[in-house]
Structures are given as C-alpha cells and as structure tokens.
Nanobody, 127 residues
Framework: QVQLVESGGGLVLPGESLRLACVGS?????????MAWFREAPGKEREFVAA????????WYTDAVKGRFTVSRDNAKNTLGLQMNDLSPEDTGVYYC???????????????????WGQGTQVTVSS
C-alpha cells in the first residue's frame, strides 16, 4: 500500500520548535518529483508552506515561514522533513506532506499539483 505518514506534531508554546517528518512506503521515494508541506487551519483552506525538488537542490517557502522553517528530503530514507523554529499561534493547523507524481510547474505552490497526500499531523502553538 502506497502511503505517506506524517509525525512530529504536538502542542508547543510560542517561540518553541518542532520537527515534522513524513515517511513514505509502498513506492520509491524518488518517484515523487516535488514534495511539499501544506497546512490547514480551522475554517481556512489548505495552504502551501514549503516544498523541495526531487534532488533536494531547490527549496521554496511561503513568505510567512521564510527564515523560520526548513524543508529537507532524504530519498535514501524515504523521508521528508520540516524543521519549524520560532513558532507562533498563526502556525497552528494540520500539516500535510504531499508528493507530486509528475513534473509540474516550476516551484509550484498549488494543492492541485500534488497527487499523493498523508493524513496530516496536528500542530498547535498556544500559550
């Protein structure tokens, strides 16, 4: 069974850090082209957070997380990571990892360009 499974979410105080991981199974991780993290806050649409290219050589972020979040990819370990530092309440939401099954637009941020999704992990930032 082909799966992407996220982990690492939790409840943290503002200013603290979390590291999310997404582990793939059932297919070669290198068969995903771009991979990304999205998040969904209560009552809001799913939004792009960060993404990384097939080789890991290119990364891109939404402006709200630049300088605080770092996306990484280890194809040998079938793992996508997201290091989140200096978290704020605005970062609260369910975080999803996603993989593109085909080569999409350059540095895409669109939900529609990612076809494989995990089930999500909850991140709550609150004092």
């Amino acid at each position: 069974q082909v799966q992407l499974v996220e982990s690492g979410g939790g409840l943290v105080l503002p200013g603290e850090s979390l590291r999310l991981a997404c582990v793939g199974s059932g297919r070669e991780f290198t068969s995903y082209y771009d991979m990304a993290w999205f998040r969904e806050a209560p009552g809001k649409e799913r939004e792009f957070v960060a993404a990384i290219s097939w080789t890991g050589g290119t990364t891109w972020y939404t402006d709200a997380v630049k300088g605080r979040f770092t996306v990484s990819r280890d194809n040998a370990k079938n793992t996508l990571g997201l290091q989140m530092n200096d978290l704020s309440p605005e970062d609260t939401g369910v975080y999803y990892c996603a993989g593109a099954n085909s080569l999409g637009p350059y540095q895409t941020t669109r939900v529609a360009d990612f076809q494989s999704w995990g089930q999500g992990t909850q991140v709550t930032v609150s004092s």
